[in-house]
């Protein structure tokens, strides 16, 4: 396994993003909670947010345990977070 830097903490960020996921699905669908549309709305962006920083951190960590090099850092930055908005 590559990276390291951050003792693999960054792989907790994505988890974070999947449970508030998981908290929009089960406000939706089951009507597990009662948090309004705007509430709803802010839980997405945060989505968002949670995994641009889950790539940027992990391209961070590949870099500085010198597993990618400065060149390979940004072209697997740019193509991560190009995937990423799709």
């Given at each position: 396994m590559s990276g390291g830097a951050f003792n693999y903490n960054d792989?907790?960020?994505r988890g974070i993003a999947d449970q508030i996921e998981?908290?929009?699905r089960d406000n939706e669908e089951r009507g597990a909670y009662a948090y309004d549309a705007?509430?709803?709305s802010r839980f997405r962006e945060t989505v968002k947010l949670l995994h641009r920083a889950?790539?940027?951190v992990h391209r961070i960590d590949w870099?500085?345990?010198?597993?990618d090099g400065e060149d390979t850092f940004?072209?697997?930055l740019r193509e991560d977070l190009e995937r990423?908005?799709?």
């Open positions: 792989y907790h960020i998981e908290i929009i705007e509430t709803i889950d790539v940027m870099l500085i345990s010198g597993d940004h072209r697997r990423l908005e799709r």
